[in-house]
């Protein structure tokens, strides 16, 4: 079993940044490929980032390209983070990191789940 618990939501300012962590425990976090995914009010939950187990290959939305970026710390912690600059207020959503067995771009991909925090772009 793994659990996932996000950290870092709240209220940021347009054209601020902002970091999430990701915390994870359980087995061989090394081998999971993570993701983070976010959903804003009255739409569906949609992909953002995800990195290998290994962390050498990233992919991220076209929406967010350029301006998050998506790391992990297999030595040290069992943690993923992304980290978020430039924001503007369409990223406004509750963030979800998910762990997979491989790299996916869709929701069905990923395993586990966090619960989600929550990030508010103001205008």
């Known amino acids: 079993q793994v659990r996932l618990v996000e950290l870092g939501g709240g209220l940021v300012q347009t054209g601020g940044s902002r970091g999430l962590s990701c915390v994870v425990s359980?087995?061989?976090?090394?081998?999971?490929?993570m993701g983070w995914f976010r959903q804003a009010p009255g739409k569906e939950r949609e992909f953002v980032a995800a990195?290998?187990?290994?962390?050498?290959?990233?992919?991220y939305a076209d929406s967010v390209k350029g301006r998050f970026t998506i790391s992990r710390d297999n030595a040290k912690n069992s943690m993923v983070y992304l980290q978020m600059n430039s924001l503007k207020p369409e990223d406004t959503a509750e963030y979800y990191c998910?762990?997979?067995?491989?790299?996916?771009?869709?929701?069905?991909?990923?395993?586990?789940w966090g619960q989600g925090t929550q990030v508010t772009v103001s205008s």
């Open positions: 998910a762990a997979a067995t491989h790299i996916a771009y869709a929701e069905n991909g990923y395993d586990y």
């Open positions: 990195i290998s187990w290994s962390g050498g290959s990233t992919y």
């Open positions: 359980g087995r061989d976090f090394s081998s999971y490929a």
